[in-house]
């Protein structure tokens, strides 16, 4: 069965009324072209073994189909007509010319030669009345009279074909001058392509349109580059602030040798505003954490914890001479403002940072000295009252494993030391208390360095500074990373985390099992008692993965399920974290 494939036309074989007919696409390229497009069905192609590749009569004119025993269609015959289609879709219609200057001229010409022609024959009458006249003559002036009419038609059409010669002449410049620009365009085109700068800036606008940072700052120098009075956006801004930061001379040799257009001095300090300098849990910063809590709208952003640092700081007294003040006594807390004044040697600081949402947001900061765990204590229960004010909600806190810490974290569990208590500011809720494990894991590898744990001394370091002293000669080493800073780090390089990390890690672990079981044959007897260090070491690594949340695909990539983040509280690693690692 047969269906036209026309849009909108419901004509089909099984409902065929009188004098309907269909007809198959031409299979002429060309013809086929110009059908679909007459058609426009867009994006489809005719399809052979489909019943949908017929037009039925209703959609041509009388006169494109030959009459005959079968009804067939010209050759050329094109669909033209689309009652269906709206209005916007109809094929538009030639106008036909306008011949009426033409007739206008011809009907006046044909006046003159009908009334010259009445002359001659009056002519003619009365000379047949005055003398006979013979036939031939008569004839004669016949032939005249038709001469006349006929020279008086072909000067109306040579005139007309003169003018359209003339506007033929005039239409072919305009062409001709309409190609050259578009020849000219072309040619201009063809070089901007060529031109790679061109493309540069296209790619980096392109990658500016996504928010790339260095795509933002590469646009921000070219828009102000020409500009004596630049304006800069608040991303560059606060970008520049930072970088100022790092190195003022930097920042000041970059904007001196106009390597790169910034921001000036006033204008980074302008948007930085000022501040009066009031240590603990200032106005501003109050102000700041309103602003920061409205704008995060959903309310699982603005779930944070809390985090406590302490940092060295030399004691000094400066006299400020923009705040009229001296900045570098201690001030432990806002309720302490009696007694004499002592230097602070220690900077308190808390921050809070996002969960679910990438922010890190400072809060308060005390200068101290020698500070307790009573006292730290206090200001913990203060700023954490302050923050969930402001509209926070903190379900953790976080500190190292500083003596201080320890003692106030064990203020706020009632005496017992623990990861998790009543909420100080809603008792239904529970806030968790963690140390950091960057920071327990270089104090376990400071202490497991200079001291044997186990009271029976089986789990030593020595089993490391062996496998060190062994590999340190070799070309090929069984832990090719192992090395002087490892194992005999200096005040400086025990701060670095991730040779804390490598100390304990696997390719360590499996060189000194191999070196153990190979005991007395290929290797030292001094590795055969390494089971016990090989466990603590293997047990420490496995605690700081599942610490560690820094990469959530790691686990994919590598196979590695200890690394996965934690999604459910029937999670068999919480239950080795609680119940077998204490074992």
């Known amino acids: 069965m047969a269906y036209c494939c026309v849009p909108l036309c419901k004509s089909d074989e099984k409902k065929k009324p009188a004098g309907l007919s269909f007809h198959e696409l031409p299979a002429d390229a060309d013809a086929r072209a110009r059908w679909l497009a007459a058609i426009r069905r867009d994006k489809w192609s005719p399809n052979t073994t489909s019943c949908y590749t ?80 013979d036939t031939s003559s008569e004839a004669n002036l016949r032939d005249q009279g038709v001469q006349v009419d006929n020279r008086s038609t072909l000067s109306v059409l040579v005139a007309e074909k003169a003018k359209w010669r003339r506007k033929e002449k005039v239409l072919r410049s305009q062409l001709l001058r309409q190609q050259q620009t578009v020849d000219n365009y072309k040619m201009e085109l063809k070089r901007l392509r060529e031109d790679a700068l061109v493309a540069d800036v296209s790619f980096i606008k392109e990658r500016a ?54 921001p000036c001095r006033k204008t980074l300090s302008n ?71 002592t230097l602070a040697n220690s900077l308190l600081c808390f921050l809070i940072t996002g969960l679910s949402t990438s922010y890190r ?61 009543a909420h100080l500011c809603d008792r239904d809720r529970l ?37 060190y002293d062994l590999q340190k000669d070799l070309v090929v080493k069984p832990v090719r990373y192992l090395s002087r ?23 360590v672990t499996a060189a000194l099992e191999h070196l153990r079981d190979q005991a007395g044959h290929t290797s030292s007897v001094s590795f055969a008692p390494a089971g016990q260090t090989i466990i603590f070491m293997q047990n420490i690594y496995r605690w700081f993965v599942l610490h560690d949340t820094s990469n959530t695909t790691q686990h994919i990539h590598k196979k590695w399920p200890d690394t996965r ?19």
């Open 54 to 133: 017929k037009v039925c009569s209703r959609h041509f004119k009388e006169e494109d189909f030959i009459e005959g025993k079968r009804r067939r269609l010209k050759k050329g015959a094109v669909p033209s007509v689309f009652e269906e289609y709206p209005p916007h879709l109809q094929p538009k219609s030639t106008p036909a010319r306008n011949t009426a200057s033409i007739d206008k001229r011809l009907s006046a010409t044909m006046a003159r030669s009908d009334s010259a022609s009445v002359n001659v024959a009056s002519a003619v009458a009365d000379m047949s009345d005055c003398c006979a006249m």
């Open 209 to 262: 349109k996504e928010k790339e940072p260095a795509a933002l700052f590469l646009i921000d120098q070219i828009e102000n580059f020409k500009k004596k009075r630049p304006s800069w956006p608040e991303e560059t801004t606060r970008r520049c602030v930072v970088l100022m930061h790092l190195s003022t001379r930097a920042y000041e040799h970059i904007r001196g040798e106009m390597l790169l257009k910034l």
């Open 271 to 341: 948007y930085l505003g000022t501040t009066s300098g009031e240590t603990g849990f200032s106005k501003l910063a109050e102000a700041r954490l309103r602003v920061e809590a409205e704008s995060l709208t959903v309310p699982q952003s603005r779930v944070c914890s809390l985090i406590v640092d302490e940092m060295k700081i030399r004691e000094k007294l400066q006299y400020n001479k923009q705040q009229d003040c001296f900045v570098g006594h201690a001030d432990v807390s806002l309720e302490q403002h009696g007694g004499d004044l």
């Open 361 to 421: 947001i400072p809060v308060a900061y005390y200068f101290t000295k020698d500070l307790t765990g009573p006292q730290l204590h206090k200001l913990l229960i203060f700023v954490l009252e302050k923050v969930e004010a402001c509209g926070f909600r903190v379900v953790r806190l976080v500190s190292d494993n500083h003596r201080v810490n320890v003692n106030a974290m064990t203020l706020l569990g009632d005496g017992l030391l623990t990861y998790r208590i």
């Open 431 to 467: 806030l968790f208390l963690s140390f950091d494990a960057c920071h327990v894991l270089k104090n376990v590898r400071s202490q497991f360095r200079t001291h044997d744990i186990d009271p029976k001394g089986e789990v030593s370091s020595c089993y490391i500074k062996n496998l």
């Open 485 to 507: 800073k490892h194992v005999y780090p200096n005040n400086i390089e025990k701060m670095n985390v991730v040779r804390a990390i490598q100390v304990f890690s696997s390719d």
């Open 565 to 583: 983040q934690f999604d459910d509280a029937e999670d068999a690693r919480l239950e080795w974290l609680e119940v077998t690692l204490p074992m």
